[in-house]
Protein backbone atom coordinates (compact mmCIF):
# COMPACT_ATOMS: atom_id res chain seq x y z
CA UNK A 1 0.00 0.00 0.00
CA UNK A 2 3.15 2.47 0.98
CA UNK A 3 4.43 1.47 -2.56
CA UNK A 4 1.63 2.52 -4.59
CA UNK A 5 1.40 6.03 -2.20
CA UNK A 6 5.14 6.41 -3.45
CA UNK A 7 4.44 5.63 -7.24
CA UNK A 8 1.19 7.85 -6.95
CA UNK A 9 3.30 10.94 -5.11
CA UNK A 10 6.34 10.46 -7.86
CA UNK A 11 4.07 10.62 -10.81
CA UNK A 12 2.22 13.68 -9.38
CA UNK A 13 5.45 15.68 -8.58
CA UNK A 14 6.92 14.85 -12.09
CA UNK A 15 3.44 15.94 -13.76
CA UNK A 16 3.84 19.17 -11.72
CA UNK A 17 7.58 19.88 -12.58
CA UNK A 18 7.05 19.10 -16.23
CA UNK A 19 3.79 21.63 -16.66
CA UNK A 20 5.31 23.95 -15.10
CA UNK A 21 8.82 23.95 -16.95
CA UNK A 22 7.00 23.66 -20.67
CA UNK A 23 4.40 26.63 -20.16
CA UNK A 24 5.72 29.37 -22.17
CA UNK A 25 4.66 32.50 -22.18
CA UNK A 26 4.86 35.18 -25.02
CA UNK A 27 6.58 38.05 -24.94
CA UNK A 28 4.24 41.08 -25.96
CA UNK A 29 5.50 43.93 -28.08
CA UNK A 30 6.75 46.14 -26.63
CA UNK A 31 7.59 49.67 -28.47
CA UNK A 32 11.50 50.32 -28.87
CA UNK A 33 12.43 47.17 -27.00
CA UNK A 34 10.99 48.72 -23.75
CA UNK A 35 8.81 47.82 -20.76
CA UNK A 36 6.23 50.06 -19.61
CA UNK A 37 4.20 50.13 -16.27
CA UNK A 38 2.35 53.41 -13.89
CA UNK A 39 0.95 51.19 -11.30
CA UNK A 40 2.27 49.33 -8.32
CA UNK A 41 4.81 47.07 -10.16
CA UNK A 42 2.23 44.19 -11.01
CA UNK A 43 2.89 41.87 -13.39
CA UNK A 44 0.53 43.11 -15.89
CA UNK A 45 2.05 47.07 -15.47
CA UNK A 46 5.57 45.15 -16.26
CA UNK A 47 4.08 44.52 -20.03
CA UNK A 48 3.39 48.47 -20.73
CA UNK A 49 -0.05 49.85 -19.74
CA UNK A 50 0.18 53.46 -19.54
CA UNK A 51 -2.33 54.93 -18.17
CA UNK A 52 -1.36 58.28 -18.07
CA UNK A 53 -2.25 59.19 -21.52
CA UNK A 54 -0.07 61.05 -23.66
CA UNK A 55 3.16 60.29 -22.16
CA UNK A 56 5.56 61.92 -24.94
CA UNK A 57 8.84 64.01 -23.14
CA UNK A 58 8.30 67.59 -23.78
CA UNK A 59 10.12 70.52 -23.49
CA UNK A 60 8.98 71.82 -20.76
CA UNK A 61 10.86 71.12 -17.30
CA UNK A 62 9.69 73.45 -14.07
CA UNK A 63 13.59 72.24 -12.78
CA UNK A 64 15.73 73.20 -15.24
CA UNK A 65 18.98 74.62 -14.61
CA UNK A 66 18.22 73.88 -10.88
CA UNK A 67 17.79 69.81 -10.31
CA UNK A 68 19.43 66.89 -11.69
CA UNK A 69 17.06 64.71 -14.31
CA UNK A 70 19.55 61.66 -14.39
CA UNK A 71 20.68 59.63 -11.79
CA UNK A 72 23.08 57.01 -11.79
CA UNK A 73 23.71 53.75 -10.83
CA UNK A 74 26.50 51.21 -9.84
CA UNK A 75 26.80 47.85 -11.51
CA UNK A 76 24.27 45.07 -11.02
CA UNK A 77 22.42 47.63 -8.90
CA UNK A 78 19.02 49.05 -8.15
CA UNK A 79 20.13 51.19 -5.38
CA UNK A 80 19.71 54.90 -5.72
CA UNK A 81 23.16 56.64 -4.46
CA UNK A 82 23.08 58.65 -0.96
CA UNK A 83 23.91 61.55 -2.94
CA UNK A 84 20.89 61.24 -5.05
CA UNK A 85 18.19 61.19 -2.56
CA UNK A 86 17.78 65.10 -1.88
CA UNK A 87 17.74 65.78 -5.67
CA UNK A 88 14.48 63.18 -5.84
CA UNK A 89 13.09 64.86 -2.93
CA UNK A 90 12.94 67.72 -4.46
CA UNK A 91 11.55 66.39 -7.93
CA UNK A 92 8.83 65.08 -5.53
CA UNK A 93 8.31 68.15 -4.58
CA UNK A 94 7.65 69.97 -7.88
CA UNK A 95 5.03 67.18 -8.63
CA UNK A 96 3.16 67.28 -5.07
CA UNK A 97 2.79 71.13 -5.53
CA UNK A 98 1.51 71.15 -9.39
CA UNK A 99 -0.65 68.00 -9.86
CA UNK A 100 -0.83 68.58 -13.83
CA UNK A 101 2.47 67.72 -13.79
CA UNK A 102 3.52 64.07 -15.39
CA UNK A 103 6.72 62.40 -15.35
CA UNK A 104 8.42 59.42 -16.97
CA UNK A 105 10.78 57.64 -15.37
CA UNK A 106 13.31 55.78 -17.90
CA UNK A 107 15.12 53.50 -16.67
CA UNK A 108 18.57 52.29 -18.86
CA UNK A 109 21.42 49.53 -18.33
CA UNK A 110 24.94 48.99 -19.91
CA UNK A 111 25.15 46.27 -22.26
CA UNK A 112 26.48 43.82 -19.90
CA UNK A 113 24.04 41.02 -18.90
CA UNK A 114 21.36 39.46 -21.66
CA UNK A 115 18.63 41.77 -22.68
CA UNK A 116 16.23 40.24 -20.75
CA UNK A 117 18.03 40.67 -17.77
CA UNK A 118 19.24 44.27 -18.14
CA UNK A 119 14.76 44.89 -19.25
CA UNK A 120 14.14 43.96 -15.78
CA UNK A 121 17.38 46.16 -14.32
CA UNK A 122 16.36 49.18 -16.03
CA UNK A 123 12.68 48.51 -14.61
CA UNK A 124 13.88 48.36 -11.02
CA UNK A 125 15.78 51.07 -11.31
CA UNK A 126 13.02 53.02 -12.45
CA UNK A 127 10.60 51.68 -9.97
CA UNK A 128 13.38 52.50 -7.01
CA UNK A 129 13.19 56.09 -8.51
CA UNK A 130 9.40 56.03 -8.34
CA UNK A 131 9.25 54.17 -4.64
CA UNK A 132 11.27 57.33 -3.60
CA UNK A 133 9.13 60.36 -5.62
CA UNK A 134 5.29 58.59 -3.73
CA UNK A 135 7.18 58.52 -0.37
CA UNK A 136 7.90 62.37 -0.69
CA UNK A 137 4.42 62.88 -1.94
CA UNK A 138 3.59 63.09 -5.78
CA UNK A 139 0.69 61.40 -6.64
CA UNK A 140 0.71 57.66 -8.40
CA UNK A 141 -1.31 59.14 -11.17
CA UNK A 142 1.84 61.70 -12.57
CA UNK A 143 4.41 58.94 -12.52
CA UNK A 144 4.78 56.27 -15.40
CA UNK A 145 7.98 53.82 -15.70
CA UNK A 146 9.51 52.45 -18.60
CA UNK A 147 12.85 50.67 -18.64
CA UNK A 148 14.54 50.53 -21.91
CA UNK A 149 18.01 48.07 -20.66
CA UNK A 150 20.52 48.43 -23.09
CA UNK A 151 18.59 49.57 -25.87
CA UNK A 152 19.35 53.25 -25.64
CA UNK A 153 23.09 53.78 -24.20
CA UNK A 154 24.30 57.65 -23.38
CA UNK A 155 27.88 56.56 -24.26
CA UNK A 156 28.71 53.86 -27.39
CA UNK A 157 32.34 52.98 -25.98
CA UNK A 158 32.68 49.91 -24.00
CA UNK A 159 34.62 51.20 -21.19
CA UNK A 160 33.71 51.04 -17.82
CA UNK A 161 33.24 55.45 -17.94
CA UNK A 162 30.99 54.22 -21.07
CA UNK A 163 29.12 51.52 -19.03
CA UNK A 164 28.78 53.97 -16.03
CA UNK A 165 26.75 56.47 -17.84
CA UNK A 166 24.51 54.00 -19.39
CA UNK A 167 23.13 52.90 -15.96
CA UNK A 168 20.55 55.31 -15.31
CA UNK A 169 17.35 56.34 -14.73
CA UNK A 170 16.41 59.66 -16.27
CA UNK A 171 13.09 61.56 -15.24
CA UNK A 172 11.49 63.03 -18.24
CA UNK A 173 8.20 65.41 -17.87
CA UNK A 174 5.66 64.88 -19.86
CA UNK A 175 2.30 66.61 -21.10
Known amino acids: MSQ??????????????GCSSS??????EPTDSAVESSG????????????MGGGEPIDYDPTAGELANIFYFD???AELRPED???????????AG?????????GHADERGSREYNIG????????????LLIQ?????????????????????????DYAQNRRVEIKYTN
Open 4 to 17: HKLIVASLLAALLI
Open 23 to 28: RSIPDP
Open 40 to 51: GGSATDAYGSDT
Open 75 to 77: FDS
Open 85 to 95: TDIVARHAMQL
Open 98 to 106: NSNLRVRLE
Open 121 to 132: LGERRSQTVRRM
Open 137 to 161: GAATSQISTVSFGEERPAAMGDSED
